[in-house]
């Protein structure tokens, strides 16, 4: 599972707006807030490389905030992020989702 490719993905719906993901929330919490968030149903989403998405963007910024999908959706966009002018994403230093990449993994990512 990952936006890199092209699919049709649970996403979880949580009882608090702002937190749904693609993700399931960590068994064992590492951060209070992680306590907060409830699933409240799941439905199917497609999901889609911006890649695929933008053909010629021109200028470009680029914000992702994916509830710990960020990398992935980054991995399905290298020509854009090659050449947008700014990019800014969450880092995780702790982390809510089961399998969410952490600040280092995504650092290494944008850094090569």
């Excluded at 992702?64 to 994403?89: M, Y």
Aim: glycine content about 6%.
């Amino acid at each position: 599972m990952d936006g890199s490719e092209e699919a049709v993905l649970p996403l979880n719906i949580m009882k608090r707006t702002g937190w749904s993901s693609l993700l399931d929330k960590k068994a064992v919490a590492e951060t209070e807030v992680a306590d907060t968030v409830e699933v409240d149903r799941v439905v199917n989403v497609a999901v889609r490389p911006l890649d695929a998405l933008l053909v010629d963007p021109g200028r470009l910024y680029i914000k992702v905030d994916a509830q710990g999908t960020d990398l992935e959706v980054l991995k399905g966009a290298p020509r854009l992020v090659a050449h947008c002018l700014a990019l800014q994403t969450e880092l995780e230093f702790m982390s809510v989702y089961e399998g969410s990449s952490s600040y280092l993994e995504t650092l290494r990512y944008l850094n090569d």
